[in-house]
């Protein structure tokens, strides 16, 4: 009895979470990888946070009334929060949003963080303070990470680029012998 299987893969996700299936060593060397082609970009990014809070206000804590989650105070602790990842997780449809799209990406896991290299909104007087306090000493958003990306930009695609077509073929070569095992 023979039996037959077919795959399809239609993105780099997919052939992120088929290469895990298959391949669980190749699956790390690729992470690996791009966490080498991402070294440069993260290495600026460390370099543009600042160690001590980015202005007085921020030395002490503070909770938002919406949230239970404490945003501040600035630790000095969150450019260790950045790191670069790879996921092949299927997205995931929650409440009309869309979450888990990246395959590769770089994340920055601290509210804190977040706050001072994102923000580029006001609705208090207070805000706009902020606001302008963050943009005189650090630049306009995005004061870290989208500015340490264009400093590497490309040689990170070319990179990039390389590694996901090494991703395609490895996949596809890990098919066709599963397909020839199967038959």
Do not use: C
């Not at 996700?13 to 082609?37: C, G, P, Y």
């Not at 993260?42 to 946070?49: G, I, K, N």
């Not at 949230?67 to 790191?83: F, K, M, R, Y």
């Not at 007087?125 to 264009?150: H, T």
Request: charged letters at 25%.
């Amino acid at each position: 009895m023979t039996t037959s299987t077919t795959i399809e893969v239609v993105g780099i996700k997919e052939a992120l979470a088929h290469v895990n299936k298959l391949d669980k060593k190749l699956r790390r060397q690729i992470t690996k990888d791009f966490k080498e082609i991402m070294s440069p970009v993260l290495y600026d990014a460390h370099q543009d946070v600042p160690g001590k809070p980015p202005m007085s206000g921020w030395a002490r804590g503070y909770r938002p009334k919406q949230g239970n989650n404490a945003i501040l105070p600035w630790s000095g602790t969150e450019a260790q929060q950045l790191n670069s990842f790879v996921s092949g997780k299927r997205p995931k449809q929650a409440g009309g949003r869309t979450r888990n799209l990246a395959a590769f990406g770089l994340r920055w896991r601290s509210r804190d963080a977040v706050l001072f290299d994102a923000t580029g909104q006001y609705n208090t007087k207070q805000g706009a303070q902020m606001l302008s306090v963050l943009n005189q000493r650090f630049g306009a958003p995005s004061r870290v990470m989208w500015r340490a990306y264009e400093a590497s930009a490309p040689q990170v695609q070319d990179k990039m680029l390389a590694l996901v077509r090494h991703i395609m073929q490895q996949t596809t070569r890990q098919i066709g012998d599963n397909k020839k095992a199967a038959d």
